[in-house]
């Protein structure tokens, strides 16, 4: 090995050397700032909390037996699920524990201040402090925290950890997610379901808002919910989701005794009660019911209340919002498919108007042509023009509203089925008015028969139901107007 290669060996070995202490002492205090940084921010937690370690949790307040709750296996997002222990043993509301535990592992003590021996625990609210909050952890230790009063010169809030011998201030905000009571901690909706999985409802009534005694029973048929009683029809979709909507979201807005029984609430008997089955799930391969029972207090003290419980499984008693009775206390009438035409108004290509006005034709053109010849779409995708009586172009928007508007009309009354006696009757042998919608291949997608007005409405005949109906003379005149003065508009 020559001299010059030998130095140039030296210097690389020398170079690769300084680079690794560089390295070495870079990484060093690069771990070093780190630690000290997250060893700062651990000094100043008032808890130096893992909420994933609590296993239990007790609440106690000065006038409230103990609140205690356990944790038990995660839910379908990976968070724990809790149950209440005491003072009653119930489902407890997982959201408000896991959001408390959340602010007990993040709450940062602003200041510490230690406590002289002549300086008593009254002046920061802690000698009976407002609440205390126990968490108990996996490995068998337990963590203590007393909330006391606000701070009457910066407003942050008193606090104390068992233990520790200080007192800490910590932001006067976190009052209200630590301000918490038994309720708070419990589970307030008294109906847990898979809304997908209803298969049928029945609602039985002793009156009510609706003074209707009786039986309502739908049913889920081939993915079209059905009213099998009192009568057999098809039922409104959007009626029965609202029902099992509200049902979804009945709470608790508080949770009387129930010592005196239930008929101070109006629940022996109910004044109504909701039977809810359910059909299988792939987790669940067993079907089940249950039963919401409602009704209104019976004591000068709440007799504009309304109270719930579950019977079937047996559930708390509960207070609840009278929105719910209003929704579920519904007539047979209000939940039937009531639309004069159902169909989906992307769909329609052609209208045809035939009657007193003469026949009138809309067509509708997806495309159209560039000054160059070119096909493009507009802004619409589509555009309307008359091809009877006249060639004409015809505003679009104003022939989409009159289709929206058709799509939506309901009948106010169902009257009987169509057959030659009633059709003639009710001035349908021979219409005012017809209108057919057909799609882009020349299918019918539905049609209305119109008959003159009266001063009670205006009869129609329309292909989603065997029944004559009963709109409105003015809203129906209002669009018939609108299609008959689109050819001079």
């Known amino acids: 090995m020559t001299y010059r290669t030998r130095t140039l060996l030296k210097v690389s070995v020398g170079l690769v050397m300084v680079g690794v202490m560089a390295l070495f002492a870079y990484f060093g205090m690069y771990r070093q700032e780190k ?30 037996p103990p609140c205690v709750v356990e944790r038990r296996a995660p839910d379908n997002t990976g968070l724990p699920t809790w149950h209440m222990l005491a003072p009653v043993e119930t489902e407890a509301d997982s959201i408000t524990i896991n959001s408390l535990l959340g602010v007990l592992e993040r709450m940062d003590a602003e200041r510490r201040i230690d406590i002289p021996e002549d300086d008593p625990l009254e002046k920061f609210g802690l000698a009976k402090p407002r609440l205390r909050w126990i968490v108990f952890l996996e490995d068998g230790s337990k963590k203590e925290l007393m909330v006391g009063k606000r701070s009457q010169f910066d407003n942050q809030l008193y606090v104390m950890v068992a233990g520790q011998g200080k007192v800490l201030l910590v932001k006067g905000y976190l009052e209200e997610s630590l301000m918490k ?38 049913l889920k048929r081939n993915g079209r919910w059905m009213i099998v009683k009192p009568l057999k029809a098809r039922a409104d979709e959007k009626e029965v989701q609202k029902i099992i909507n509200d049902l979804e979201n009945v709470r608790a807005k508080a949770f009387p005794s129930g010592d005196a029984g239930l008929s101070p609430y109006g629940l022996e008997p109910p004044l109504l009660r ?59 009438e ?28 809309l067509e509708r053109s997806d495309a159209i042509n560039d000054e160059d010849g070119h096909t ?37 009354r169902i009257g009987p089925e169509a057959d030659e006696k009633s059709l003639k009757k009710h001035g349908l042998d021979s219409p005012e008015e017809t209108v057919t919608l057909f799609d882009e291949d020349g299918k019918v997608l539905g049609s209305l028969k119109i008959a003159s007005s009266g001063k009670d409405g205006t009869w129609v005949l329309g292909d989603a139901r065997k029944n004559i109906c009963l709109v409105p003379s003015g809203t129906f005149s209002s669009l018939l107007s609108e299609l008959t003065s689109l050819p001079t508009d």
């Open 274 to 332: 909701v039977t809810v089955e359910m059909d299988k799930s792939k987790k669940d391969k067993a079907a089940g019911s249950f039963d919401l029972e409602m009704g209104y207090g019976t004591l000068k003290s709440n007799k504009e209340m309304v109270f719930a419980r579950l019977s079937n499984p047996p559930g708390p008693l509960a207070r609840i919002s009278t929105y719910h009775l209003h929704v579920l206390d519904t007539g047979v």
């Open 334 to 361: 209000h939940l039937r498919f009531r639309k004069l035409l159902d169909l989906d108004i992307s769909d329609v290509a052609r209208i045809k108007i035939d009657g007193k006005g003469g026949l009138r034709v």
């Open 35 to 64: 630690n000290s940084k997250r060893e700062k921010q651990e000094a100043k937690l008032a808890l130096n909390l893992m909420k994933e370690k609590v296993v239990k949790v007790e609440l106690v307040t000065p006038k409230s």
């Open 376 to 412: 493009e779409k507009n802004g619409r995708d589509y555009t309307w023009s008359f091809v009877s009586p006249v060639a004409k172009p015809a505003k679009t928007y104003k022939v989409q509203s009159v289709l929206s508007a058709l799509s939506k009309l309901k009948a106010t």
């Open 181 to 218: 009571t038994t309720f708070d901690l419990r589970q307030k909706r008294l109906l847990r379901f898979e809304s997908s999985r209803v298969k049928g409802i029945v609602i039985s009534k002793s009156g009510g808002e609706s003074r209707k005694r009786g039986e309502i029973e739908l």
